[in-house]
C-alpha cells in the first residue's frame, strides 16, 4: 500500500507541472461530482481549437509505471500517448465545450498492483481571429487603420507580410496602419497576425483616390466679348461633375458641368454671384465648392469735343466729355496741361493755359476704360498795326493795309462811318499763309 500512496501523489503533483501546450493555461482547481467520485481532481486547461497540450507525468525510478488514456470525449479531442506522454488536440471547427480526459497509470511490483487516475478537463476558448477592411482613401488624407485580432491563447501582433508592401507613405506599427497616402491607386497587402505561435493572414486592399479640388472665388466681366472662368481640373479617377448649388446663372452664360467652366458674353448691366459644387463619383464620397461673379454691362464709349482754342484774354473755356449710359459707375481721370482743371467730365480751359494735349480717361466700376485726347490751341494776343487815317476824294477808291500780330483768325477791322449811301466792297479780306491782311 505504501507504493500505491506514492504513485497517486506522484501523478496528482505533477499533473500541471508537466504541460507543454502550446500557451495553456492551468485554472484553478475544479471538482465535478460525478468525475471527482472517480477519478479525483479535476484540472482545468484553456486551449484553442488547433492548439495541443502534451504531458507526461514523473514517477519513481524504482517503479514501472504504465500510462493510458482511461477514456477522452472524442467528440471535441483528439487524444493519443506515445510512451507515458499524453497528447490532446482540439479538433479544428469546435468553438465552444469543456472535454474530459482520464489518465490511468498502472504498476505491478512484488505481486502488488496500483492503480492512480489523473483527471483532466479542455476548456476551449477562442483562438487567433482575424479580421477588419478599409474604406478607399484619399491621397494626402492621413489615416489610421487598426486591424482586429483576438486570441485567448496570448497577445496578437501584427507585421507586413513578407512580399507583399503598404502603399507609400503608410507604415505598420503597434498594430496600427497609419501615414498619409502619396500615391494613386489599389495595393493588396498581407497583414500577419501572430498569437502563442497561431497566425493568419488578413488580407487587405487599399485603394487611393485624387482628393477633389474645387478653387478660389473669381469674377469675369463681358461687355459683350465672350468671356470665361477658369477650368477645374481633378483627377480622371473620381469624375467630377459640377452644378450650381446656389443662386443662378445670368442669361447669355452657362456651365460646364464637367470642367466647372461659366462662360458666356452680355451687354446687359448686371452681376451675379452663384456657387457651384463638384461632387465625385468613385472612391470615397467628397464635395468641392467654388463661387464665380459673373458681371456685365454696355460697351463703353465716350464722347466729347477734341481741341479747344483760347487765347491771353478770353474766358475760361470748357470741354464736356460724356460716358455711355447703362453702364457701372464711372470714375474721371485726367492728364492736364498747365492751366486747365478736370472735374467730372468737364475740362475748364483758362486764358493762361498752354498748348498741348489733356487725355481723358473714364472706366467703369467693372474694369472697362475709354480715353479721348483735347488738343488745346493758344494763340498770341491780336494787335493790328497800319495807319490811323485815310483821305480820299468823292468818287476816288482809297486802299489802306492793316497787319494783324496774331498767328490766328484775330478780330475783323471796323469801317469808319460813311456816307449812307457808300457803295463798299466787302470789308477785309485774309491772305492765306501769312500774318493776316485787311484791305479797305
Not at 186 to 203: E, F, N, W, Y
Not at 380 to 402: E, M, P
Request: aromatic residues 6%; charged residues 10%; hydrophobic residues 35%.
Amino acid at each position: 500500500m505504501r507504493h500505491r500512496s506514492v504513485i497517486i501523489a506522484v501523478i496528482a503533483a505533477l499533473a500541471l507541472a508537466s504541460i507543454a501546450a502550446v500557451a495553456a493555461d492551468h485554472l484553478s482547481e475544479d471538482s465535478d461530482a460525478t468525475y471527482a467520485q472517480d477519478y479525483g481532481t479535476i484540472y482545468q486547461v484553456n486551449l484553442a481549437p488547433g492548439f495541443s497540450y502534451t504531458y507526461t507525468p514523473s514517477y519513481p525510478s524504482d517503479l514501472s509505471v504504465t500510462t493510458t488514456i482511461e477514456k477522452y470525449e472524442s467528440t471535441g479531442l483528439a487524444a493519443s500517448m506515445s510512451g507515458n506522454t499524453l497528447t490532446v488536440t482540439v479538433k479544428d471547427g469546435i468553438t465552444s465545450g469543456s472535454y474530459d480526459v482520464v489518465l490511468k497509470a498502472s504498476t505491478s511490483t512484488g505481486g502488488v498492483t496500483q492503480t492512480a487516475y489523473q483527471h483532466i478537463r479542455i476548456n476551449v476558448v477562442s483562438g487567433l481571429s482575424v479580421s477588419g477592411s478599409i474604406n478607399d482613401i484619399i491621397k494626402g488624407a492621413s489615416i489610421n487603420f487598426t486591424p482586429s485580432g483576438t486570441s485567448s491563447m496570448g497577445t496578437v501582433t501584427w507585421a507586413v507580410k513578407s512580399g507583399t508592401t503598404l502603399p507609400a507613405g503608410l507604415t505598420l506599427s503597434n498594430g496600427k496602419v497609419t501615414g498619409t497616402p502619396t500615391a494613386l491607386g489599389s495595393q493588396t497587402v498581407s497583414l500577419t497576425a501572430t498569437a502563442a505561435g497561431q497566425s493568419k493572414d488578413l488580407i487587405v486592399t487599399f485603394t487611393v483616390y485624387s482628393k477633389i479640388v474645387g478653387g478660389s472665388a473669381q469674377t469675369i466681366t463681358s461687355h459683350g466679348n465672350t468671356v470665361s472662368s477658369t477650368a477645374i481640373s481633378n483627377g480622371s479617377d473620381i469624375g467630377v461633375t459640377w452644378a450650381v448649388t446656389s443662386g443662378t446663372i445670368p442669361t447669355g452664360f452657362s456651365l460646364n458641368s464637367s470642367t466647372g467652366v461659366i462662360s458666356g458674353s452680355s451687354t446687359a448691366y448686371q452681376s451675379t454671384t452663384v456657387t457651384i459644387t463638384g461632387t465625385s463619383h468613385s472612391g470615397p464620397a467628397q464635395t468641392a465648392t467654388k463661387q464665380i461673379t459673373v458681371r456685365s454691362e454696355p460697351v463703353l464709349s465716350l464722347n466729347g469735343p477734341s481741341s479747344l482754342i483760347t487765347y491771353p484774354g478770353a474766358p475760361d473755356k470748357t470741354a464736356v466729355f460724356t460716358a455711355t449710359s447703362g453702364t457701372s459707375d464711372i470714375t474721371w481721370s485726367a492728364r492736364l496741361v498747365v492751366g486747365a482743371s478736370f472735374s467730372s467730365g468737364t475740362v475748364t480751359v483758362t486764358d493762361g493755359a498752354s498748348a498741348g494735349s489733356v487725355t481723358v480717361t473714364a472706366k467703369t466700376a467693372y474694369g472697362q476704360t475709354a480715353t479721348k485726347t483735347l488738343a488745346i490751341t493758344k494763340e498770341a494776343s491780336a494787335a493790328i498795326s497800319g495807319d490811323a487815317s485815310l483821305g480820299t476824294t468823292v468818287g476816288t477808291a482809297a486802299t489802306q493795309t492793316y497787319t494783324s500780330t496774331s498767328e490766328g483768325p484775330g478780330p475783323s477791322p471796323e469801317l469808319p462811318p460813311g456816307p449812307p449811301s457808300a457803295s463798299l466792297p466787302p470789308a477785309c479780306s485774309r491772305s492765306p499763309g501769312a500774318r493776316p491782311r485787311y484791305s479797305i
